[in-house]
């Protein structure tokens, strides 16, 4: 079959997106890392039963647990006690803007996510326990609406400023008469020739804006193996 879908120009697109995203985060990394992550504290909320999904109940992908296996996008948690299983710890800001995530391991916090936005893009940048940098995301919104998000997962042995990509995902999200959401997504073995498979798929939407799993058609599959 003729190979409908250039690979190159997705990894070179998702290259710009991870370095624009790595200047940005070198740009904000002291501001990170004095503690000066300043803003006016609102809510805060807790989710429990979340499991390998970034941010977790807050994850910014329609449908990602639907398309990814054992990960589950979890609840928000209506009160907290002592034996509550909390997985997420959520911190917005007094404009209802999410600002810190983060995630728990064996109760103990085991990464935490800073989060910054600009005019119709939010940044997310995950530090672990030992202040290396882990995971680096990029939403992009059109009235309201998210219509791209990249996520790479980044080494975490002695990070630089400049950490080597393990894996990136990035995601496309086109909508139809209100309802349905045409996803399609790459996912990417590293920065250079690995691997590579995307996908299409159709959902009907929730009144949330989430995709309804029962509702998922695969329209189109392809990959690419490494030279």
Same mark, same amino acid.
């Given at each position: 079959m003729k190979n409908h879908i250039?690979?190159?120009?997705?990894?070179?697109?998702?290259?710009?997106?991870?370095?624009?995203?790595?200047?940005?985060?070198? @740009?904000?990394?002291?501001? *990170?890392?004095?503690?000066?992550?300043?803003?006016? @504290?609102?809510?805060? @909320?807790?989710? *429990?039963?979340? %499991?390998?999904?970034?941010?977790g109940y807050y994850c910014p992908s329609p449908a990602l647990e639907h398309t990814v296996v054992n990960i589950k996008r979890g609840t928000i948690a209506?009160?907290?006690?002592?034996?509550? %299983?909390?997985?997420?710890?959520? *911190?917005?800001?007094?404009?209802?803007?999410l600002r810190i995530v983060e995630e728990f391991y064996n109760g103990y916090v085991s990464k935490t996510e800073y989060i910054f936005y600009e005019e119709g893009k939010v940044y997310g940048f995950t530090i672990g326990s030992d202040g290396d940098l882990i995971n680096v995301s990029v939403e992009q919104y059109e009235n309201e609406k998210i219509t791209s998000y990249f996520w790479s997962y980044c080494s975490c042995s002695g990070c630089s400023n400049n950490p080597e990509i393990l894996f990136m995902r990035y995601e496309t999200y086109h909508y139809e008469n209100e309802g349905f959401l045409y996803f399609s997504f790459f996912d990417m073995q590293g920065d250079r020739e690995g691997p590579c498979t995307y996908y299409k798929y159709r959902f009907s939407l929730d009144s949330n804006g989430k995709a309804l799993g029962d509702t998922m058609q695969l329209l189109h599959r392809e990959s690419k193996l490494s030279n």
């Amino acid at each position: 079959m003729k190979n409908h879908i250039n690979f190159d120009a997705a990894l070179e697109k998702c290259k710009l997106l991870y370095q624009a995203a790595l200047k940005k985060y070198n @740009e904000k990394l002291d501001e *990170i890392n004095s503690e000066q992550y300043n803003f006016e @504290e609102g809510a805060e @909320e807790f989710a *429990i039963n979340s %499991r390998y999904m970034h941010r977790g109940y807050y994850c910014p992908s329609p449908a990602l647990e639907h398309t990814v296996v054992n990960i589950k996008r979890g609840t928000i948690a209506k009160r907290v006690t002592k034996i509550t %299983r909390v997985t997420n710890r959520y *911190i917005f800001d007094t404009e209802q803007k999410l600002r810190i995530v983060e995630e728990f391991y064996n109760g103990y916090v085991s990464k935490t996510e800073y989060i910054f936005y600009e005019e119709g893009k939010v940044y997310g940048f995950t530090i672990g326990s030992d202040g290396d940098l882990i995971n680096v995301s990029v939403e992009q919104y059109e009235n309201e609406k998210i219509t791209s998000y990249f996520w790479s997962y980044c080494s975490c042995s002695g990070c630089s400023n400049n950490p080597e990509i393990l894996f990136m995902r990035y995601e496309t999200y086109h909508y139809e008469n209100e309802g349905f959401l045409y996803f399609s997504f790459f996912d990417m073995q590293g920065d250079r020739e690995g691997p590579c498979t995307y996908y299409k798929y159709r959902f009907s939407l929730d009144s949330n804006g989430k995709a309804l799993g029962d509702t998922m058609q695969l329209l189109h599959r392809e990959s690419k193996l490494s030279n």
